[in-house]
């Protein structure tokens, strides 16, 4: 089966950093266009960073160059750098592989309907 374990999360003060990670398992994690998502309490979930086969990132606007994701095929690990961290980050953190999508839409930056989610991770920052 699928799966997708988070790590990392905690809470930091305005302007620290976390480094969260995410496990796959289940499928071809080296084939697969993963990303991490979050979502604050009555807030839609929300793209935050994507990572496509060859490696390459998109971020959201909101990342403003604070964010690096990675991955690690060999690993099968996905890896949210995230630096400068303001109380808007407060959320719970997700990582997700995407399963299928419309033409235009592969390994973009926005909900994924179609995608196997992680249980998520907690980020929390105070000010």
């Known amino acids: 089966q699928v799966q997708l374990v988070e790590s990392g999360g905690g809470s930091v003060q305005a302007g620290g950093s976390l480094r969260l990670t995410c496990v796959g398992s289940g499928f071809l994690y080296s084939s697969a266009c993963v990303g991490w998502f979050r979502q604050a309490p009555g807030k839609e979930r929300e793209a935050v960073a994507t990572v496509d086969t060859a490696g390459r990132p998109k971020y959201a606007d909101f990342v403003k160059g604070r964010f690096t994701v990675s991955r690690d095929n060999a690993k099968m690990t996905l890896y949210l750098h995230t630096n400068t961290l303001q109380p808007e980050d407060t959320a719970m953190y997700y990582c997700?592989?995407?399963?299928?999508?419309?033409?235009?839409?592969?390994?973009?930056?926005?909900?994924?309907?179609?995608?196997?989610w992680g249980q998520g991770t907690q980020v929390t920052v105070s000010s």
């Open positions: 997700a592989r995407q399963r299928e999508w419309v033409p235009g839409d592969y390994c973009t930056v926005k909900m994924w309907d179609a995608a196997d």
